[in-house]
């Protein structure tokens, strides 16, 4: 069963720990959203602007961890890969649905379900109508994005969800930065994050969570539960104990934890 994140109280702002965290990277299991988190968010996905000391930043941030890092991220494993060539991190994507392991095994925890390709047709027909309306396919998933289209908003909302409530409990609706995601049941960030920690090299270790999104609670969640350490990038309500103020902030804190690490 997906969990429902619950509303938290306001994280606070504690720059000590995060100190303490960047002077022991070895211990920690670090995990990362991407989009509103590592990068800045663009108006389509495929406009994102990765710069290269980013890559090699992650580089480095792996290395002091001993492999202790893993991206937790809606977007798909081949995207990721592209992204941050040459690196091949360990990376859970489509929200847990697709998972890579210290190993190099990829798993697929779901296949298609039959009720995305009628849903496909329907959301490509809005987009039609309504120009400025993404859909990304992800095979697994579907995201319609609406950055460029925000007048949509309310339509969009109640076309998703009645496609989650016409098949018969075999979507989900996710809902993001100024997306609707059409998902299958049974997965989330939090579920990724626990099949990593029962798993080398981050079994034993403290689990730090960084995300933006609310589809990042689920991992606030899950790791609040573990006694981690959970971060929110920006405003707005969360779980997640701590808070940083933007993407510039995230990676200059990884800077620290990199050079902790040497």
């Known amino acids: 069963m997906v969990r429902r994140p619950l509303p ?3 994280a606070r702002d504690a720059p000590a720990e995060l100190a303490r965290i960047a ?3 070895r ?3 670090l995990f990362l959203d991407v989009d509103g988190t590592l990068l800045h968010i663009a108006d389509t996905p495929d406009a994102v602007k990765i710069e290269r000391g980013t890559v090699e930043l992650l580089g480095r941030v792996h290395q002091a961890t001993d492999g202790g890092l893993a991206l937790i991220t809606g977007r798909r494993i081949s995207d990721i890969d592209r992204l941050f060539a040459p690196l091949a991190l360990l990376v859970a994507g489509q929200h847990g649905f697709e ?4 190993a190099g095994g990829v798993h697929r925890h779901t296949q298609p379900a039959p009720q995305l390709a009628a849903s496909r047709e329907r959301l490509a027909a809005f987009a039609h109508e309504h120009p400025g309306v993404l859909v990304e396919d992800k095979e697994l998933t579907l995201a319609a994005h609406y950055r460029l289209a925000p ?3 309310p339509k969009l909302a109640v076309l998703a969800a009645g496609l989650a409530a016409e098949s018969g409990g075999a979507l989900a609706v996710q809902r993001g930065k ?4 059409l998902r299958p049941a049974g997965k989330d960030k939090g579920t990724a ?10 079994r034993g270790r403290t689990p730090v969570f960084v995300g933006d999104d609310l589809t990042d609670e689920y991992g606030f969640s899950i790791v609040n539960g573990l006694g981690g350490v959970s971060v929110k990038v920006g405003d707005g309500p969360t779980e997640a104990r701590l808070r940083v103020s933007d993407v510039d902030a995230v990676r200059e804190w990884l800077g620290r934890l990199a050079a902790g690490g040497e």
Request: aromatic fraction near 10%; glycine fraction near 6%.
């Open 8 to 10: 938290g109280a306001a």
């Open 151 to 153: 007048q949509a908003e």
């Open 27 to 29: 211990e920690t299991a």
């Open 193 to 202: 994050i626990a099949e990593f920690m029962g798993e080398a090299p981050f």
């Open 23 to 25: 002077h022991s990277p």
């Open 99 to 102: 998972r890579r392991d210290a």
């Open 178 to 181: 100024m997306v609707f995601e």
